[in-house]
């Protein structure tokens, strides 16, 4: 487990180093700064997730602190014992809400999708963060692009199909940016977290800062890889971290998994067991219905949000029980496929700069870890790459467009991609685009729901082999959806309903969210493909 004192002390250094000569002594002396809001106010925290101030459990996290960790915590003894005490008055007394920066922003469905899109940019953009923020935000030192809605913050895999769409939009700038904010994370804390709250340090979320660089060298040349190598090669080390201390007799280790053959694969993990911060009440209410052990169930729950995919049937062992969640006994095909592709732009970049030692070894790794996913990823008798259980030695029963990634990153041959192709058409394929799953469980990242990054993860897969026909009906369907529900609505959605075209998607921890970065960036990416 990351220990948290140490990544105080980390921040600590940083964050005093960012400090004006005659900055108030105040915030920096706040020891907890750092801490995630669970460990830093305790009790405190307690009370305020399980009694429900807030409907939404990410609100309260998201506060910003009016005084210091220790005044609060005084004050919340003292206010405690009063006959009329008021738990919600005592957060709004102490704490300032989570700013609410699109609530003056009109929708004019009038004009176009594209229009509203790039008269959202502004809405969806963060200038460099302050350093003398008290709250759980991570303080970022360039411009980002956010997701919407109570998305506030970075999100690592959100970005890289926002980044999709600002290329689109010739903001190369702003992508440079946001690839300079990842590289300074990775710097600073050692990996990619989640987002940029401190409640989100211990996972991160799928690799894509290879892809945002491979983007950025298209858009400025080569030098890009030069200029981001050692970030790439720390990202790859988390991601690796303790895979030559596998063995016959110790097979896993955090993101880590040794197959009987020797073979190395990845899973999702995090670093930290306990209920999410976010989400506190809710982790807390399903450990006391699920019979699995809470630490277990909180695990497996973490690491499900480190997939992206939380959550989805892809997790569960009984489709319908989220309580049957056992992420860390999954090698996902979408995981694998990424850090190959992070391997193989690791190699590239050392060969540009005649590192021809280690160029050599991330070619063999990549080369290794592509004969791996073909033995345990593809499954022969349902034509199609799928999720290994490791525990079970078996595939996953749950197909899904995870099973797409390996088109996109030039792993299959083209036998498979033609039966992934017709498996696609035959069982995925909806009016208003993909399923992600062909289980419909109530979880947002199962059926009917479709995604935007999964859309343009299986359009370019299939344009990668030749099947352009489907496709192009894929890429038709998913604007048909988008164009209509913004007609209705005025909103561009994190997800859509894509079997009855005329509702927005549903399902999952929280209302459907509007802004939307990812749906913006692949709607214009899409748009212009074939022109």
């Not at 002390?9 to 400090?19: K, P, S, V």
């Not at 909180?298 to 319908?320: H, I, K, M, V």
Request: with cysteine; charged share 25%.
């Amino acid at each position: 487990m990351k220990n948290s004192y140490l990544l105080f002390i980390l921040f600590a250094i940083l964050f005093m180093a960012c400090q004006p000569n005659d900055q108030s002594s105040t915030i920096a002396v706040d020891e907890k700064r750092m801490l995630s809001p669970d460990e830093r106010f305790g009790a405190l925290f307690k009370a305020i997730q399980t009694q429900g101030v807030f409907p939404d459990s990410k609100t309260f996290v998201d506060c910003t602190p009016k005084f210091t960790t220790q005044q609060i915590m005084e004050n919340y003894e003292v206010a405690k014992t009063s006959e009329n005490f008021s738990l919600k008055d005592f957060v709004t007394d102490n704490f300032a809400l989570p700013k609410q920066y699109a609530s003056d922003f009109k929708a004019d469905t009038s004009r176009t999708v594209k229009a509203h899109v790039t008269a959202l940019w502004p809405v969806l953009l963060r200038e460099p963060d302050q350093q003398q923020n008290t709250g759980s935000l991570l303080p970022l030192p360039h411009p980002y692009i956010v997701p919407g809605g109570r998305f506030g913050e970075i999100y690592y895999w959100d970005s890289y199909f926002t980044i999709l769409g600002l290329e689109r939009a010739g903001k190369i700038g702003l992508i440079e940016n946001m690839a300079d904010n990842f590289a300074y994370l990775i710097d600073t804390v050692g990996y990619i977290p989640n987002g940029n709250r401190t409640y989100f340090l211990g996972r991160s979320q799928p690799p894509f800062f290879a892809a945002i660089v491979n983007v950025l060298a298209e858009a400025k040349g080569d030098e890009m890889y030069n200029r981001y190598l050692s970030a790439l090669e720390k990202e790859y080390n988390f991601w690796m971290s303790g895979v030559t201390d596998l063995s016959a007799g110790n097979t896993t280790h955090r993101r880590v998994v040794r197959l009987p053959d020797g073979m190395i694969l990845n899973r999702y993990y995090d670093d930290h067991i306990a209920p999410r911060p976010e989400s506190y009440k809710e982790d807390v209410e399903l450990a006391e219905a699920s019979s699995q052990d809470p630490k277990d169930l909180y695990l497996n729950l973490r690491a499900a949000c480190e997939s992206g995919w939380d959550f989805s049937s892809r997790w569960l062992t009984d489709p319908q029980d989220l309580g049957t969640i056992h992420t860390t006994d999954i090698i996902p095909v979408d995981l694998n496929s990424l850090i190959y592709n992070l391997e193989r732009t690791l190699a590239k970049a050392n060969r540009l700069a005649n590192n021809k030692e280690q160029a050599e070894f991330y070619g063999q790794r990549a080369s290794n870890r592509k004969r791996a996913i073909q033995t345990y990823c593809w499954d022969k008798k349902r034509q199609f790459f799928v999720d290994y259980d490791f525990k079970k030695a078996a595939p996953t029963p749950t197909l899904s467009l995870a099973g797409t990634y390996p088109l996109y990153f030039d792993l299959a041959v083209p036998d498979q991609a033609k039966a992934v192709a017709k498996r696609l058409r035959k069982d995925f394929l909806k009016p208003g685009g993909l399923l992600p799953t062909l289980n419909t469980t109530g979880q947002q990242w199962d059926a009917p729901n479709g995604w935007a990054p999964l859309q343009w993860m299986a359009y370019s897969g299939l344009y990668n082999y030749g099947e352009t026909k489907l496709a192009d009906e894929i890429k038709n369907n998913w604007l048909a959806v988008n164009e209509r529900v913004y007609k209705n609505t005025g909103k561009m959605v994190e997800k859509y309903n894509v079997v009855d075209m005329g509702l927005e998607g549903g399902g999952g921890e929280y209302p459907v969210q509007d802004g939307f970065g990812w749906t913006n960036g692949i709607f214009l990416k899409l748009l212009e493909e074939g022109k």
